[in-house]
């Protein structure tokens, strides 16, 4: 069990039915890396990220995250932030924090303080009467209030306004600094994340079209968002 | 009606093409229409043989169809605005009436095809029961052709009344139409009312129900109908389609005013529990929150009144006992189709994978709500009891009826009490069965005609549990075994059900949850 | 003996963040990185476009010796970089003798005339360098590029 290594798989499938949604999927990610996870839509992306927080169970293949299968102890151990999801839009910010602190185990109140301020959430608006940036920024933070070695990110940007997602992106920037925190994160905003990547994955059609390190590739003159265009135009 | 559009048809031809792949158009769908209809038919014989009047399966048959339509709908109507789809059909370039008519048509095509089935498969039953019947008492040919006929007729009514009434629910959303909810669900219940007193086959086949009679309601509700045809296109037009303009997908559809204040009134400041208390009591502020809806609480305050009215007038003759069967009955239903409810609007809202990403087991996760429900439930159904309780003890100071009851009537209360907890309980329990079928197949055909006999649990209990002569007669020896024999029996029963059930529930919702959104057009 | 003087008063005012703290007179305001400060070509190494202007900016002065720099942390978040190009920026820079980091205190941009005008120099034979390639390309020496330039109409 190498501890430098956060997730592993190995020639991963997933069929629903008759459809395959992923096949011979093998990739890793090392420890205080972001990652990204770049594809057109249906490339399995979504279906990638539910086997890897375990609520989906893969029809072939293994999967290590954090040392182990994945399963509701390893839900302790990460945050996910779902595609396109949404909080409870009956509470407001705060009393949602609130119920996330006795929810999560690893809830810390001293980080939440501090994303709530960085990201400049009000902690009495109503979250069913907030913007998508606005909850989007809530979601992050409630991702980030907790201390996970692994952080999720599915399209965290999709709808999203410019100032949001850069406030966005900084977060992430900075919680991967102290080299404690792994990201992985699925987008199509290719642009905002370029400088921020580590290593690429490329998936399409349920399989795996690639992995850079995104240093390599600068060295050989090709930028991510031209090394995309190569694999899938 | 305008038909001076042309652009009409394509409109109308796109509505259709939503219920398209569940009508019998290709062959496979038709076979399966076939087999279905020929299973019900064969259950009929099992079920009714020729012990029942024809005229009984008929109404039967319409009180199903009834159901069959306004559920539906009604809740489609409810799902609309949260569609992502509603914005472009909100811009098609047509006017608003056209586009809630074709709307129409479609549903009425689709009811038109689930009524022709019922009325079928009752027809067959009935002329296969008398021709193979050994009673000489049993209906004659001639009847039954009468019955068929103005039954098929009755059918063709109701599928028009009921069609235009759901369509008309969106505009119950909105303002002070919201009032009209109470009554609509009593529209929706009423038939159910019915199916326990037809299933004994108590009812009077009488005139009420023979040839001339069904014609008449035919006429009545055909007429009623068409009424209600333009009712709904104009009405809806107006008063519903604004709403939906202004709506975001996504967004809560009723807007509490001052929504912080009035959650934070129900939650004393930052909830401070952890673990499994957190996930009950956030299940928990989801229900408070409704109940926090100031419409909501206006109902709320009117029932309140009026259980306290009937307390006080049924304390004589054991009548109260009547009184809890009335507070029990209907709200018992509700809390079982609840547990769907909420989740399905979690699939709905995209909460899901929120849920599913909390660090609990599946099984604790949906044991939190079914506590929550049970919860909200016991405060509920209690807070009803309560005022009925204290109507009779004002009846009891001031004008003391001479006989209250037996020393029978108190046995019977508790069976009553008893057997309706017992009953939500397993009820709560089994619909979870719903959520296996991918998963444990086996597991879900054991377990669904359970959570089918669920639903209609509380009419069958009214008709041959607790029948009227109870208060005075007492409880039977072997009533009460039986609801020890139900309730240790049964409830282990549903709890293996339940928890084999969550196993599988995350794969199946989030199945569901991308049918949904695929169905209301949102692309991955 | 000036710069005595600064680590005195750097020892004695406690390290304060960026948002809260006086400022004192005698010690240089911190600064926040912009994106806009730099020019980023998303095909060629991030880290050295990075080092070449900030070099740049502390050769025209842009970066005054002695400025605190915020920390790789801060940097990452504000210019929305992986925190491990800064690292390797900061490193870089310090291996050139440009920046300087005082344990507990941060990183600061040096006050060594020598190195800065090493850098200046550096800057100057890029730049020159460039332009005799312009030069010979259209077969000219750098000079009489330069006389071509100034040529009167």
Redesign the interface.
């Known amino acids: 069990m190498d501890h430098t290594i956060t997730i592993q798989c190995t020639a991963v499938e997933m069929s629903?039915k008759k459809k395959k949604a992923l096949h011979n999927v093998t990739f890793a990610a090392k420890s205080g890396s972001?990652v990204g996870l770049l594809g057109p839509?249906?490339a399995g992306k979504?279906t990638l990220m539910?086997i890897l927080?375990g609520?989906?169970?893969p029809t072939a293949g293994t999967v290590e995250v954090l040392g182990r299968k994945p399963g509701?102890?390893t839900?302790?151990q990460l945050s996910?932030l779902?595609?396109?999801?949404?909080?409870?839009?009956?509470?407001?910010a705060?009393?949602w924090l609130?119920?996330a602190?006795?929810?999560?185990?690893d809830w810390d109140i001293a980080l939440e303080r501090e994303w709530v301020r960085k990201q400049e959430v009000d902690r009495?608006?109503?979250i069913?009467?907030m913007s998508r940036g606005q909850e989007a920024r809530l979601q992050l933070l409630t991702c980030l209030s907790r201390r996970t070695k692994l952080v999720i990110l599915d399209e965290p940007f999709t709808g999203v306004d410019l100032l949001s997602r850069?406030r966005i992106?900084?977060?992430i920037?900075?919680e991967?600094?102290?080299g404690d925190r792994t990201f992985l994160i699925a987008t199509h905003d290719i642009r905002?994340m370029?400088?921020?990547?580590?290593r690429i994955i490329l998936i399409g059609d349920g399989t795996i079209k690639g992995v850079y390190d995104t240093?390599k590739l600068?060295?050989d003159?090709?930028?991510?968002?031209?090394c995309y265009r190569e694999v899938f135009a | 009606m305008s038909r001076r559009q042309r652009p009409f048809s394509p409109i109308v031809e796109f509505e259709h093409s939503a219920f398209t792949p569940y009508l019998p158009t290709t062959k496979k769908t038709a076979s399966y229409w076939v087999l279905g209809i020929i299973i019900a038919i064969f259950a009929c014989r099992i079920g009714f043989g020729d012990r029942y009047e024809p005229e009984a399966v008929y109404v039967l048959g319409v009180s199903l169809a009834w159901v069959s339509f306004i559920a539906p709908m009604s809740i489609r109507a409810l799902q609309q605005p949260s569609q992502p789809f509603q914005e472009w059909w909100l811009t098609f370039p047509l006017d608003r009436r056209t586009l809630v008519r074709a709307k129409l048509l479609a549903s009425l095509r689709l009811n038109a095809h689930i009524a022709a089935a019922i009325w079928l498969i009752v027809t067959v039953h009935n002329f296969s029961a008398a021709v193979l019947t050994e009673s000489p008492f049993h209906a004659s040919l001639g009847r039954l052709w009468a019955d068929a006929a103005s039954y098929g007729l009755l059918f063709a009514a109701i599928v028009l009344l009921i069609t235009c009434l759901a369509t008309l629910a969106p505009i119950a959303l909105h303002g002070w139409y919201r009032l009209l909810i109470f009554p609509y669900l009593v529209l929706w219940g009423f038939p159910m009312g019915n199916l326990g007193s037809l299933l004994q086959g108590e009812v009077q086949t009488d005139r009420w129900l023979q040839t001339p009679m069904v014609l008449l309601y035919a006429c009545a509700g055909a007429l009623l109908g068409w009424i209600l045809y333009h009712v709904a296109i104009v009405g809806v037009a107006k008063v519903a389609m604004k709403g939906l303009a202004s709506h975001e997908p996504?967004?809560?559809l009723v807007?509490?005013h001052r929504?912080?204040s009035a959650?934070?009134r129900t939650?004393r400041g930052?909830?401070?529990?952890?673990?499994f208390?957190?996930?009950f009591?956030?299940e928990r502020?989801?229900h408070r929150?409704?109940a926090a809806n100031k419409w909501l609480q206006l109902v709320r305050g009117i029932l309140v009144l009026a259980i306290m009215v009937g307390g006080y007038f049924s304390l004589s003759n054991s009548e109260w006992i009547d009184m809890i069967r009335a507070i029990l009955v209907i709200p018992s239903i509700f809390i079982i189709t609840h547990m769907t409810l909420t989740y399905a609007n979690d699939m709905g809202?995209?909460?899901?994978?929120?849920m599913?990403?909390?660090?609990?087991?599946r099984l604790k996760l949906a044991f939190s709500r079914l506590l929550a429900i049970w919860a909200t439930t016991a405060l509920w159904l209690g807070g009803a009891l309560l005022a009925a309780a204290v109507g009779a003890g004002i009846r009891y100071i001031v004008n003391r009826p001479d006989s209250i009851g037996t020393s029978n009537s108190l046995y019977t209360a508790a069976y009553v009490l008893l057997l309706f907890t017992v009953y939500i309980i397993f009820g709560t329990l089994v619909s979870h069965v719903q959520y296996s079928t991918a998963k444990y197949p086996v597991l879900s055909a054991i377990g669904l005609p359970f959570m089918m006999l669920s639903y209609v649990a509380p009419m069958l209990f009214n008709q041959y549990v607790l029948p009227e002569s109870l208060p005075t007669a007492g409880v039977s020896h072997s009533l009460w075994i039986g609801l020890g024999l139900f309730a240790v029996i049964g409830l282990p029963f549903a709890l293996v059900l339940f928890v084999i059930s969550t196993r599988g529930m995350?794969?199946s919702m989030?199945?569901s949850q991308a049918k949904l959104a695929r169905r209301s057009g949102v692309?991955? | 003996m000036i710069h005595c003087f600064q680590y005195l008063v750097y020892g004695l005012y406690p390290y304060t963040s960026d948002k809260e703290g006086p400022v004192n007179d005698s010690m240089p305001p911190d600064m926040i990185w912009r994106i806009d400060d730099f020019q980023?070509?998303?095909?060629?190494?991030?880290y050295e476009q990075f080092v070449e202007q900030i070099r740049a900016m502390i050769a025209k002065g842009q970066l005054a010796p002695g400025t605190r720099l915020p920390s790789?942390?801060?940097t990452?978040?504000?210019?929305?970089?992986?925190?491990?190009?800064i690292m390797k920026t900061y490193q870089e820079l310090e291996r050139l003798s440009l920046l300087v980091t005082y344990r507990g205190q941060g990183t600061f941009v040096t006050n060594e005339e020598a190195a800065i005008s090493r850098s200046r120099r550096d800057l100057a034979r890029t730049a020159v360098a460039r332009l005799e390639e312009l030069a010979q390309s259209i077969g000219m020496t750098l000079e009489q590029f330069i006389a071509l330039a100034k040529e009167e109409e």
């Not at chain 1, 779902?82 to 407001?92: I, M, Q, S």
């Not at chain 1, 602190?101 to 185990?105: D, E, M």
């Not at chain 1, 003159?221 to 031209?226: K, L």
């Not at chain 2, 930052?270 to 673990?275: V, W, Y």
């Open positions: 629903f972001i839509n249906g979504s539910r927080i609520i989906l169970e509701v102890e839900l302790g996910f779902p595609d396109r999801g949404h909080l409870p839009n009956w509470l407001t705060d009393q609130g119920y602190a006795g929810i999560y185990p009495s608006t109503s069913g009467t850069e992106s900084s977060a920037a900075e991967t600094a102290d905002e370029e400088s921020m990547f580590d240093e600068r060295d003159g090709r930028s991510v968002e031209s | 996504g967004k809560a807007h509490l929504p912080a959650a934070q939650v930052r909830p401070t529990a952890a673990g208390r957190s996930l009591q956030l502020s989801r929150s409704i809202k995209r909460r899901l994978e929120w599913l990403g909390f660090p609990y087991s995350a794969f989030l199945a692309t991955k | 980023i070509d998303p095909s060629r190494p991030l790789v942390r801060e990452a978040a504000s210019l929305r970089v992986n925190p491990t190009t």
